[in-house]
């Protein structure tokens, strides 16, 4: 069984629409909805905004569902000119840019606990997320994926997460994820379809292009399922 997170139901409605003998069930005000997509078992969820609201959710979906792979699916924010609208950022490890212990001597980022910065992504999820989007036709990128509670919305930030972590995207769940799976070892990827500029440029249009961008994410995961 693949589980499926997203943040907002655009996100997710998509792919649910592809789902067979779907089953609901709700669990710390967090649905989760289970069925098969493409011929394969699944378990989606859809979140909430913030990565308190993703890692209770991805901790629920790894106890209660015991998924073999972890998937968060969504938009994000661009951090690099090879990424513009609708293409896809696509999770070599994530990082928390606003984790900041620094004062006590610690490194931007570091978590602790796991001691860590940066957290590595599966590989093998990420080779074929991949090459679904190659199948499919639409760029995708890999690299660091970079969550905070904060839009970033302003040209200060977005260079500040840059030149810190070397991110390619940003957004605000992808890494409380990517955590949980780290302690519980289940393995894990981000995939996020560029929906901003992440510096404030586009912010008027966003929920026209999250729409778009999400849907360019529900067709890379159809693909990727159905492989």
Do not use: W
Not at 1 to 25: D, Q, T, Y
Not at 190 to 206: C, K, P, T
């Amino acid at each position: 069984m693949i589980g499926i997170i997203a943040a907002m139901n655009v996100e997710m409605e998509g792919l649910r629409a592809h789902m067979e003998n779907p089953v609901s069930e709700t669990v710390s005000g967090v649905t989760f909805v289970r069925g098969t997509i493409a011929g394969r078992e699944v378990v989606t969820a859809v979140c909430g905004i913030g990565k308190v609201f993703a890692a209770l959710c991805a901790q629920t979906m790894i106890l209660r569902y015991a998924p073999e792979a972890v998937i968060n699916t969504g938009v994000a924010g661009t951090l690099t000119n090879e990424l513009t609208i609708g293409n896809l950022a696509v999770s070599s490890c994530v990082v928390q840019h606003d984790m900041d212990t620094s004062a006590i001597g610690d490194p931007v980022g570091l978590i602790s606990g796991i001691n860590k910065i940066e957290i590595p992504a599966d590989r093998t999820l990420i080779r074929r997320l991949c090459a679904a989007a190659q199948a499919i036709g639409v760029r995708a990128l890999t690299g660091c994926i970079a969550s905070g509670d904060q839009f970033v919305a302003s040209p200060g930030r977005k260079t500040f997460i840059t030149d810190t972590f070397s991110a390619i995207a940003c957004e605000m769940e992808g890494a409380a994820v990517g955590q949980v799976c780290y302690v519980n070892q289940v393995p894990f990827c981000v995939l996020r379809a560029i929906s901003d500029s992440a510096d404030g440029s586009s912010h008027m249009d966003y929920p026209v292009f999250a729409q778009m961008a999400a849907e360019q994410s529900v067709r890379l995961l159809l693909t990727f399922l159905q492989g």
